[in-house]
Each structure stands twice: as structure tokens, then as C-alpha cells.
């Protein structure tokens, strides 16, 4: 014998084929389910899905947290068929009684999502980088960023944590970031992209012969985008006037630090004037340098009275100083 469908089930079918809602039984209570709905959570609750008449009493809460189903992922949607939900309705509420409810042919439930879309994911790696560089931001160009697509996540309170280096240099550079929803991870994502800064050159303005003295007529400074700035140029050309060149320079040649050597105070084999003071005393006397010296230099130096060799600070054209 064939099995029959329950009562309960049968008449709401016969209802559906009928009609356009279907009656589960009559009574104090009637439910309505929607045609489209959104739903927050991971389950569509049947009173994210239906009106209710009264709308509130402690059946109505019970019945409005009933779970009908998995919801879709954030910012999907899915389809609830008039059978799926009779069979999920009946399953939950036969045992309820004095109850009515509509159901149409189908529901579209849709989740709702917070987006992060590309272009909050480039302030998001902007932000790191500002916050993590040692260059003014006026100095720092994005020449590129490279982002995931726009994210959906579940609705909530949405934070992040950036994960890369603590000091940020130009160059490529990736980062991951984690985000959040109401402190859950809840997607993890990387960020890429390559960063050029401003940098001040210190340039000849003009062919120089090694051994040039530098004067500022001789230079100029220009400011390049540089991917990869180097720590071996001068950023100003205050501090090489005065210093010499150790070897040729062509005209816009950038000036480096080997190219340059200050200019010796005094000159191995001439005569020095030698100063030696403390807080009591002060004695001149005249001396001989074994060794060329620039301004602060130690240099070795015979004591012409005495013969003695000292060590001396050169201290100006052709002075050293002695302290004891």
C-alpha cells in the first residue's frame, strides 16, 4: 500500500496547486512569507523571512528565530521553492496549533554584506605605506597598486590588520590584510605595489678636472623620482663647496661620496704652528707636519724645540692643537 502524505502536508499542497499561499491550518496566529527577503546571518530565520500577525507574544519570538535555512554567502542570493519551504515549515511548526500561513511559489533571499571595493583597498595599502615610510608624504608616488577584487563580507563591524614590513623602503612591496567582522577573521587578502620617492642630486654643472675645488657655480641640484634612491649622493651642494674632487667629472654627472675629498689644512712636510692648552696654561710653538690633514683630522707632528713626534687636530691653514 502506498504510503500517504500527512495530513497536515497534503492540504497545504493541494493549497499550493490552487491557489497562490497555502493554508498550514487556521487559528490565532498568521504567517506570511515574503516574496524577497535579506537576511544578516549565516541562517535565514523565519522571521527575517515572513510578517507575522500579532507581530510580537512569546510564540511569535520562538517561531521568529526558527531556522529555514542556510543562507548564501554574503552579498548572494539564492532561491527557496514553495516545496522546500512547505517540507521546512511543516518539519518546524506541526506541532504549533490555531496557525495560518502564506507561502508564494518562490522566495529570493539575499544576504547582506559589507563590500570592500578596490579603491578602499588602495587607501588601505596608501595608508600603510604613509604610516610606515621614513619620507615625507609629499615625497612618496604610488607608481602602481595592485588589488584583489571587491571583497564581500558579512555585515558587522568591519576592521583589518595590514601585516608587512615595520619600515617601509621604495621598490615593490606586498602586504597581507586580515579583516575582521565583529573581531572574527573573516578573509584574508594581498596587496602589492611599487613605490617611488623624491630625491634631491647634487650634479656637476660643468665638465671639472680632478682635483677641483668645488664652488657652488660649479654645481646644481635636480630632484628625480626614484624607485631605488641611493645613499651615496649629496642632497646638497652646501656641503661640497669647498671639498675637492678626486677625479674627473663630466657635465651633469652626479657627484658621489668617493668623488670628493676635503681640502687639506695642512700639507705633509710644511710647517705648522702648534697649540697646547688646558685650563691653566697655553703654549704656541712651531712644528712640522709628517702627514696631510683636513679640518678635525689627526695628523702626526714633530715639535721643532724639542724634536718630540705628537699627535695634533688640525684646526685651520696650517694650524694643529694639542691638548694635555
Known sequence: MRPTMPRFLSALCICVCL????????????????????????????????????????RVRRMKRLEVASSPPPGRTATLSDRFLMYRLYAELKR?????????????????????????????????????????PEKIHFERIRVAYPIRLPSGRVDWEVRGPARVRAGDLSVVVV??????????????????????????????????????????????????PSGNVFGSSEVLVGMRITRGLRAGEPVTKQMVEPVPLVLKGRRVLIKAENEQIRITTFGKALQDGARGDQIRVVNLSSGKEIHATVKGPGQVEVFF
Open 96 to 136: 504549533e496549533e490555531g496557525i495560518k500561513v502564506k507561502i508564494p511559489k518562490q522566495l529570493l533571499v539575499e544576504r547582506e554584506c559589507v563590500t570592500i571595493g578596490v579603491g578602499q583597498q588602495k587607501r588601505i595599502f596608501r595608508q600603510y605605506v604613509l604610516e610606515h615610510a621614513s619620507w615625507p
Open 179 to 228: 579583516f575582521r567582522v565583529d573581531g572574527v577573521p573573516q578573509r584574508k587578502i594581498s596587496l602589492s605595489g611599487r613605490i617611488s620617492v623624491d630625491q634631491c642630486v647634487v650634479k656637476a654643472a660643468r665638465a671639472l678636472r680632478a682635483g677641483t675645488v668645488l664652488t657652488a657655480g660649479d654645481l646644481f641640484t635636480v630632484t628625480e623620482r626614484r624607485i631605488r
Open 19 to 58: 491557489t497562490a499561499s497555502q493554508v498550514l491550518a487556521g487559528g490565532a496566529i498568521r504567517i506570511a512569507v515574503k516574496e524577497r527577503a535579506t537576511v544578516h546571518g549565516e541562517k535565514v530565520l523565519l522571521g527575517e523571512i515572513a510578517r507575522f500577525q500579532p507581530a510580537d507574544g512569546e
